[in-house]
């Protein structure tokens, strides 16, 4: 079992992988996301936003043995002054289940800290999303509140979690 990510730019070459990503409308509903356009234009906009961002970073997450890329992770919405900005990770569906989910995870949080010298990390889930509010709690993810109806797909509406942790 693969136990070892590592975070890096994305390349030209992992654009079909991210766009798969984007294109998953259930996958982009649990990361609070809904996606009108996914055409190869649309996906390559996405991209370049996420990064030129000066108030975030925009990694691929990849397996530390073949470089292949197994999910994302970013930060966003970086307030400087004040050290803090909000985290969060995609796994692929097929490399879910395996650990990777916790070290993507610590990496990033490191990326926070090291990178961009934040103080405090935070993150919104749904508050339907149990392995990833697992997760987090274990990683000492505290729960700031809870925010009801707050995030609508064409189907539903979910309550999102809000969560911090100081590092």
């Known amino acids: 079992m693969?136990?070892?990510v590592s975070l890096?730019?994305?390349?030209n070459s992992d654009f079909d992988f991210?766009?798969?990503l984007?294109?998953?409308s259930a996958l982009q509903a649990l990361l609070l996301n809904v996606v009108t356009?996914?055409?190869?234009d649309a996906v390559a906009g996405w991209l370049e936003r996420r990064k030129t961002d000066p108030n975030g970073s925009f990694m691929v997450i990849a397996d530390s043995t073949t470089d292949e890329p197994i999910g994302f992770a970013q930060i966003t919405n970086i307030h400087h002054r004040?050290?803090?900005g909000f985290i969060?990770?995609?796994i692929a569906p097929s490399a879910q289940g395996k650990g990777l989910g916790?070290?993507?995870m610590e990496n990033l949080v490191a990326t926070a800290k090291e990178k961009h010298r934040l103080e405090k990390i935070l993150l919104e889930v749904r508050a339907d999303n149990f392995a990833a509010l697992s997760l987090y709690k274990s990683m000492n993810f505290r729960i700031v509140g809870t925010m009801l109806n707050h995030f609508r797909t064409n189907d539903d509406i979910y309550d999102v979690v809000l969560m911090e942790k100081r590092i």
């Open 2 to 4: 693969l136990k070892r």
């Open 8 to 11: 890096r730019s994305p390349e």
């Open 102 to 104: 916790r070290v993507a």
């Open 82 to 84: 004040n050290r803090h």
């Open 22 to 24: 984007r294109r998953d």
């Open 18 to 20: 991210l766009a798969s």
């Open 88 to 90: 969060g990770i995609v």
């Open 37 to 40: 356009s996914t055409d190869d």
